[in-house]
């Protein structure tokens, strides 16, 4: 008799936590597909009109790459940095740029970034906010360095222009 009982609570426990576990989790926050897709576009014809073959990605809250695009002939490396420094911004929720400023006086953030191989801590990744909310992020890679301005640099002037596009409209 107690080792049936003990079986239908241990029954009971899986069941329960299988229902559990089963909830579908909140939807990750995002730019309306058609806002994301014109942020990558402003920003890929702003690097375009300084000479850069440039990649832009988007990403949602939950870090889920929404839109990739890539200039005709912009690098393997671009694509992979547009994504990567859109991934950074939305998962610390800050610009790359002022991450990168900021782990120079802050040592725990700088173990924290260096830790973590999936952050990508250069300029050119900006969140996209709806209100204080960060619902996504954009990313911009694939600018080299011109006239002593750095890659990064000029990577984070077409991330700008993308979200400065959309910004107004974002929820």
């Given amino acids: ?8 609570s241990g029954l009971f426990l899986v069941a329960t936590s299988i229902v559990a576990s089963a909830q579908p989790a909140a939807p990750a926050r995002a ?9 990558a576009q402003t920003a890929l014809s702003t690097c375009a009109a300084n000479g850069v073959k440039a990649s832009a990605s988007i990403v949602d809250s939950a ?10 002939g912009a690098s393997k490396a671009a694509v ?13 929720k800050a610009a790359t740029f002022d991450i990168l400023e900021k782990m120079k006086t802050d040592k725990a953030l700088e173990t924290k970034v260096n830790a973590d191989t999936t952050l990508f801590v250069r300029p050119g990744g900006l969140p996209l906010m709806a ?13 080299s360095t011109l006239n002593g301005v750095s890659g990064g640099e ?12 959309i910004k107004a409209r974002l929820k």
Avoid: H, Y
Avoid at 63 to 72: C, F, M, Q, S
Avoid at 80 to 92: G, M, R, V
Avoid at 154 to 163: E, K, N, P, Q, S
């Fill in 1 to 8: 008799m107690i080792g049936q009982l003990a079986l239908r």
């Fill in 31 to 39: 730019p309306d597909m058609t806002l994301a897709l014109e942020a």
């Fill in 63 to 72: 870090g889920v790459l929404k839109v990739l695009l890539a200039a005709d």
């Fill in 80 to 92: 992979e940095s547009s994504t990567k420094k859109a991934f950074t911004a939305n998962a610390l």
């Fill in 131 to 143: 209100g204080n909310d960060v619902i996504g992020a954009i990313g911009v890679g694939g600018a």
């Fill in 154 to 165: 000029r990577d984070a002037v077409c991330a700008t222009a993308g979200l400065e596009k």
